[in-house]
């Protein structure tokens, strides 16, 4: 259903007054609640992911990667928490607010790595993971001996012994720049859809190259050097914290219908498997406004779920929420106030890049921004009256003559910037198209998996 593979996304630098956060277009489309994992996506692979951060967006295929970074408003020894279940408790990374990562630290479920590799001017270090049935937090430390700034570029993760990387998206916030002499503190996310699963013995690739800006948008650069760190995975204790359980639930909408299969539960996350039919006449591409309410000690904590993979082509899709499991919940509720839906047949966007105007759109809230050296950008605003939802573009699109091209992945092939104000309800979202150099037939018409719309209906679905 969803054919767009994700692409890097380069973050914007942050003031006080503004955050920005750079992910690619697939990113943006799908999400579903408030609080999107800030960051840049990056890319490996052909499995389906969308990240939810308060608008339903698809990221097919791809490694959301995500990174938090710097040494601010780390654990100081008076507030860490004795662990209480296999492994010490990691320090020296700052969890914020994160639920799922808070819970699973303050009850031991972090193995412990602390595994380093040097290679030229740098020196990483996986200092721990946190590991679920189809995700994993990866913590790690980047050491920079070189005297100029450094770029963290990706990370790819493989099988051992493997050349392939394997299908996942893996999301990241916060500076990827690596100053000289100031150790980089970062965590990843990765998550992996419908039936895979992490394997038990991996191999973390950092790539990381000298700071430039000619290759700060770019997923690699040629003087880059790789480190390859060797990870085994405690896959028995994160089998002895995961439970599954069956849901069996169709929830409908007029003549729309979405069915939840199951529940995956582990200290790392909560996933949620759900099925989109194909009978189907509005494009139904996930759930709005959804959330896990989880009671603990009579007192209501909201899960929320920032990234899924949504509907493939057979329309099964996977939620990704926090979890706080290892408090012992006393329920765990589903709620959604609706379905994400569009009319499939307004999903059209006709382009003149030589006049520089937009000549159709679903609703006209898509603005021209620029066509130079073959980047057209575009711009609309995420706004609460139209739900916060997400513009996503294929990947092929036709010229003015009937003539199929592809976006130019090489270039830095589809992407998005979110700017938006601390006091506003409002952020303006910027779309990047990279297309091959060559004289197209105008106009341009491009198809788009996603859009902003939204069928409103309250749901309540008992998970636990």
């Known amino acids: ?265 582990s200290p790392a996350g909560i996933i949620l498997k759900a099925n989109v039919p194909s009978s189907n006449t509005m494009k139904v591409s996930g759930l709005w406004d959804v959330v896990l309410e989880s009671v603990v000690h009579g007192e209501k904590v909201e899960l929320r779920s920032y990234s899924a993979f949504l509907p493939d082509e057979n329309g099964d899709m996977t939620y990704f929420f926090d979890s706080n499991i290892l408090e012992n919940p006393e329920s765990i509720t589903l709620k959604a106030s609706g379905f994400q839906a569009v009319d499939p047949s307004e999903m059209k966007l006709v382009i003149d890049t030589d006049k520089k105007e937009i000549l159709r759109s679903p609703d006209g809230d898509i603005r021209f921004g620029s066509y130079n050296r073959y980047l057209l950008t575009l711009e609309y605003e995420e706004r609460t009256d139209r739900h916060m939802g997400s513009v996503s573009i294929e990947r092929e699109f036709v010229d003015g003559e009937g003539k199929k091209h592809m976006i130019d992945e090489d270039a830095g092939g589809l992407s998005s910037s979110s700017r938006s104000s601390s006091d506003t309800e409002v952020s303006l979202i910027t779309q990047y198209i990279h297309l091959k150099p060559e004289d197209y037939p105008q106009p341009l018409t491009f198809t788009l998996s996603s859009y902003p719309g939204v069928m409103e209906q309250a749901f309540e679905v008992p998970i636990q």
């Open 1 to 265: 259903m969803f054919e767009k593979e994700e692409r890097m996304l380069n973050e914007m630098q942050k003031d006080t007054e503004v955050s920005t956060a750079v992910v690619s277009d697939e990113a943006l489309d799908a999400a579903v609640q408030s609080g999107m994992r800030r960051g840049r996506y990056r890319q490996r692979s052909r499995a389906r992911i969308t990240v939810l951060s308060g608008v339903v967006a698809t990221i097919t295929a791809a490694l959301l990667f995500v990174v938090w970074s710097g040494s601010e408003g780390l654990l100081k020894p008076n507030e860490q928490v004795a662990a209480k279940g296999p492994y010490p408790a990691l320090t020296g990374f700052d969890f914020g607010e994160d639920i799922t990562l808070n819970t699973a630290n303050k009850h031991g479920m972090i193995q412990p790595v602390n595994q380093s590799v040097t290679e030229g001017d740098y020196t990483v270090t996986v200092n721990g993971i946190l590991t679920g049935s189809q995700q994993m937090e990866i913590f790690y430390t980047i050491e920079n001996h070189a005297d100029e700034p450094a770029d963290l570029k990706r990370i790819e993760v493989k099988r051992l012994g493997s050349r392939e990387s394997l299908s996942y998206g893996i999301g990241s916030s916060g500076e990827s720049k690596i100053m000289p002499g100031k150790l980089f503190r970062s965590r990843s996310d990765i998550q992996m859809g419908k039936d895979n699963t992490i394997p038990g013995e991996l191999t973390f690739s950092f790539s990381i190259a000298p700071y430039s800006t000619n290759t700060v948008y770019k997923s690699s650069a040629n003087n880059e050097q790789v480190l390859h760190i060797n990870v085994s995975v405690d896959l028995e204790t994160v089998r002895q914290h995961t439970t599954t359980v069956s849901i069996n639930k169709m929830l409908q909408i007029e003549k729309q219908r979405f069915y939840l299969k199951e529940a995956v539960m």
